[in-house]
């Protein structure tokens, strides 16, 4: 969710209790969705993205990075007037975050394109210290990773193969189908 930014007397955002930040990017323009925030200043912090514009410093927001399901670097110019970086946004299922719909994605344009790299590996370290939970169970429905690295499981493996392999020779008809189930159609 794009949560309003509290900034301390230097104009810098308060930061969270345990979070630090990591880099600052000024001249850094910001749209999100098709509204453009004007340029200000991108902190990145271990928590949070926060973009504060330069003339409006109240309207600035933070992301948290958890909220990022992914970012990327555009440089297709018939998808946008500037090279960016682009972020696409999950703010779960909520029906709040239905009505925020438009505004699921942020681009961020610096005044220095060649910066794009650098501030897409930032993202990416900063991003990978919170796993999705998907990606926390990912593979276990079919094995479990212990299990891989051991080696085990391959008889039950073996055995599903043996079966589907018999269930083929067999043919349909033995398999408890009508017969011509898969002939191609008459033309």
Same mark, same amino acid.
């Not at 910001?30 to 004007?38: C, H, I, L, R």
């Not at 003339?55 to 990022?68: C, E, Q, Y």
């Not at 392999?165 to 008809?173: M, T, V």
């Given at each position: 969710?794009?949560?309003?930014?509290?900034?301390?007397?230097?104009?810098?955002?308060?930061l969270d209790e345990d979070e630090k930040l990591e880099k600052e990017f000024s001249g850094v323009k910001?749209?999100?969705?098709?509204?453009?925030?004007?340029e200000g200043t991108l902190y990145v912090g271990t928590e949070n993205m926060y973009f504060v514009p330069s003339?409006?410093?109240?309207?600035? $927001?933070?992301?948290?990075?958890?909220?990022?399901m992914m970012h990327a +670097?555009?440089?297709?110019? #018939? &998808?946008?007037?500037?090279?960016?970086?682009?972020?696409?946004?999950?703010?779960?299922e909520s029906d709040e975050a239905i009505e925020r719909a438009s505004s699921s994605d942020i681009?961020?344009? $610096?005044?220095?394109?060649?910066?794009?790299?650098?501030?897409?590996? +930032?993202?990416?370290?900063? #991003? &990978?210290?919170?796993?999705?939970?998907a990606d926390e169970g990912e593979g276990e429905f079919f094995f479990n990773s212990e299990e891989a690295e051991l080696g085990a499981g391959s008889d039950a493996r073996d055995a599903a193969m043996a079966k589907w392999?018999?269930?083929?020779?067999?043919?349909?008809?033995n398999a408890g189908g009508q017969g011509g189930e898969f002939?191609?159609?008459a033309e």
């Open positions: 969710m794009l949560l309003p930014v509290s900034l301390l007397a230097g104009g810098k955002p308060e910001a749209w999100v969705g098709d509204n453009e925030k004007g003339s409006a410093p109240s309207k600035g $927001f933070a992301v948290h990075w958890t909220t990022i +670097i555009s440089r297709d110019m #018939q &998808a946008f007037s500037y090279p960016c970086i682009y972020c696409q946004l999950d703010f779960g681009r961020l344009v $610096f005044g220095d394109a060649d910066v794009l790299g650098v501030v897409f590996e +930032i993202f990416s370290e900063c #991003q &990978a210290r919170f796993p999705s939970q392999e018999a269930a083929l020779e067999r043919g349909a008809d002939d191609d159609a």
